[in-house]
């Protein structure tokens, strides 16, 4: 092995700390779901024999096929709408808005943040419950009979809910991508003939890209995940892939099985993304 | 006169309450090299960007080729810009941004792809095409966009400082490019610029603004010897500015005596106006006007006057003389220096500092701003 020069040991001495730091608090606690997931489940502990057991479980379990990919779906449809309404947001803070007030905006867009997450899942249930603001309010103005049922533990209320709540997750980086744009080149693509909307389409939105993948990675990752939201707002009755992990480790103690899900769960987004990141790089030729 | 392809008429331009266009009136016509000139802030670009339809005016016409441009859209201009940035788009390529503005020109593939081609021969980027935007020079960056504006045919070329990026070879080097493609495209073109030696060697016709007003309008050679007003004389080139009194004035001519050059009589055309915040008239002359004399030398000018040398600076090809005039404070009590500017011609020493020595000069060449 070569012998590390001084370069080299002032390099690493530095790095070490954060090094040490990072893989016990991150390394550490996945690699030891990773090794519970190969253990056998006994009657209240955990008995130290490898197995397959649990990921033939739960690829073949059709109630983990089926939460997975709802949990698949919703923080689709999640991403989507967050990136979508996150896009005009983002664009109006940038393009529109004096500079002198654009900290304030990011300012008043980050304020949800200062309340607890659990906090605003639960007023979401006020506004969107049966006797919520929404649908008092809709019948109290005799707009409708009877409260609106598609907005109640449903997947629309979690999307509505996550959408939200994630807005600033979106926000940040499409406004940071657009505030890099240079302006000069909007004018060049209106001088070169291009209407309004036309230099939007072939230079603002191209170059915003680069935000836009950032807020859908960033969007789509945690809410895949998300525990709190389906709980409180689905009213437990649809569950996403958190909560059967909840379940199989607290509920039924069953941690082998509850950490090969965690695994294949953690797998399926790390692919979704690199599939995502690799078709961007390819079609959207997206560089800067 | 050939015909007017940008006429504005009674432009005013307003941010605010900041006044930045003054009533601008002025004609450019077709086929000519057109700048605009002045410090930064005197309201050139608002100008330019004016006519480009990035602006909107607060009050007056714009007019390129006869047309009101009121409710013109910039996309629908006949102008095209090089802007100061250049404004490559960087997610394309080299052809892709020279190709940005033919999407809805009809012709096929294989014809818009020559076309971009030959832009690109034009301005010598040939076979830079398949390059990424965001790998060229300066200088290329530059090509790039005035292939990209010139692809389009407009009857008007915009451009904005186009050369202040460069350095002082590569800028000096693209001068002449643009002079050479200007005659070949047979567009005009409308140049901003602050570097008056840039406006002098491209123009046809210079328009010199401050504060949002045209202060001259003229050819280089008229601008550079007979300036309008003394500030447009100290904004173009070096000249030497000596207090005067005038003595006497007849219907044709002013007799004025100048400090330091005694008394001279100047005709109409030898007399602008002096500046608002200047303290009385004022006598100028440029550096190279007068003529430095060795020791016995002989010339044919009407006048002479003794000085003392002050100061050496050589710059290789000229040398440059800052002289104390016999009798320079004579009006108001200052000592001004005044620079002479001398070609340096093989056989001929250069002076030393402190050398008494005399000039030779003509009333000709003295200005009066009065």
Redesign the interface.
């Given at each position: 092995m070569a012998k590390f020069d001084a370069e080299a040991r002032a390099g690493l001495s530095l790095i070490a700390p954060p090094f040490l730091y990072a893989a016990l608090i991150l390394a550490a606690p996945i690699l030891t779901i990773l090794a519970y997931s190969f253990l056998t489940d006994g009657y209240l502990e955990i008995i130290g024999d490898f197995t397959w057991a649990n990921y033939a479980q739960v690829f073949t379990d059709p109630i983990v096929r089926t939460v997975m990919l709802r949990s698949l779906m919703v923080a689709a449809i999640v991403t989507l709408a967050t990136v979508l309404t996150a896009f005009p947001i983002a664009y109006y803070v940038s393009f529109m808005v004096r500079p002198e007030r654009k900290a304030m905006w990011l300012f008043l867009i980050t304020i949800p943040f200062w309340t607890s997450y659990l906090i605003r899942v639960f007023l979401w249930k006020v506004i969107l419950g049966y006797n919520g603001v929404v649908n008092s309010s809709l019948t109290g103005l005799g707009i409708i009979d009877e409260p609106l049922t598609f907005i109640l533990y449903n997947v629309n209320a979690i999307v509505m809910t996550l959408a939200h709540a994630y807005a600033p997750f979106a926000i940040l980086p499409i406004f940071v991508a657009l505030e890099k744009i240079?302006r000069?080149?909007l004018?060049?693509?209106?001088?070169?003939?291009?209407?309004r909307a036309?230099t939007f389409w072939?230079?603002t939105l191209?170059?915003a890209m680069p935000g836009v993948i950032a807020a859908t990675l960033i969007v789509f990752i945690p809410t895949i995940g998300d525990y709190v939201t389906p709980e409180v707002i689905g009213g437990g009755k649809i569950p996403m892939i958190a909560n059967l992990i909840q379940v199989q480790m607290l509920a039924l103690d069953n941690r082998p099985l509850g950490s090969a899900l965690a695994v294949t769960a953690m797998v399926i987004v790390a692919l979704v993304s690199l599939l995502f990141l690799f078709l961007n790089r390819r079609f959207l030729?997206?560089?800067? | 006169m050939t015909e007017a392809m940008i006429a504005c008429k009674g432009v005013h331009k307003y941010y605010g309450d900041y006044h930045a266009l003054r009533g601008i009136d002025l004609t450019i016509r077709a086929g000519e090299f057109f700048s605009l000139l002045g410090p930064s802030g005197c309201g050139k670009t608002t100008l330019l960007r004016t006519i480009a339809g990035f602006e909107d005016i607060s009050q007056g016409v714009v007019l390129i080729d006869g047309r009101d441009m009121g409710d013109v859209p910039a996309n629908k201009r006949p102008t095209n810009m090089v802007f100061q940035s250049y404004a490559i788009f960087p997610h394309l390529t080299v052809a892709q941004n020279v190709a940005f503005g033919l999407r809805r020109d009809p012709r096929s593939k294989a014809d818009k792809a020559a076309a971009v081609e030959e832009a690109l021969t034009m301005v010598g980027l040939k076979g830079y095409g398949a390059r990424s935007a965001h790998a060229l020079s300066g200088g290329q960056r530059q090509r790039v966009a005035l292939a990209r504006a010139l692809i389009l045919k407009p009857k008007v070329l915009l451009l904005d400082e186009p050369l202040s990026a460069l350095d002082r070879k590569m800028r000096e080097q693209m001068q002449v490019e643009l002079i050479k493609l200007q005659r070949q495209v047979g567009i005009t073109f409308v140049l901003v610029t602050h570097d008056q030696e840039e406006a002098l060697v491209m123009s046809d016709r210079i328009a010199v603004m401050f504060e949002g007003e045209i202060a001259q309008l003229d050819g280089p050679e008229a601008l550079y010897a007979r300036p309008a007003t003394r500030r447009v004389a100290d904004f173009i080139g070096v000249m030497n500015f000596l207090p005067a009194r005038i003595l006497s004035e007849s219907a044709s001519t002013v007799t004025v005596e100048v400090a330091g050059l005694g008394q001279v009589e100047l005709p109409e055309r030898q007399i602008s106006r002096a500046d608002p915040d200047d303290d009385g008239p004022m006598i100028g002359f440029r550096p190279e006007t007068m003529t430095l004399l060795g020791p016995g030398a002989t010339h044919s000018q009407p006048r002479e006057t003794d000085a003392t040398i002050d100061e050496v600076v050589y710059y290789g090809d000229m040398t440059y003389y800052d002289l104390r005039l016999d009798g320079a404070e004579a009006l108001d009590g200052k000592a001004r220096p005044v620079r002479i500017s001398m070609r340096n011609v093989f056989g001929r020493d250069v002076q030393e500092v402190g050398t008494r020595t005399r000039l030779a000069w003509s009333p000709g060449s003295l200005v009066l701003f009065r």
């Open positions: 240079d000069s080149l004018e060049a693509g209106r001088d070169l003939g291009e209407s036309m072939r230079v191209p170059l030729k997206v560089r800067q | -």
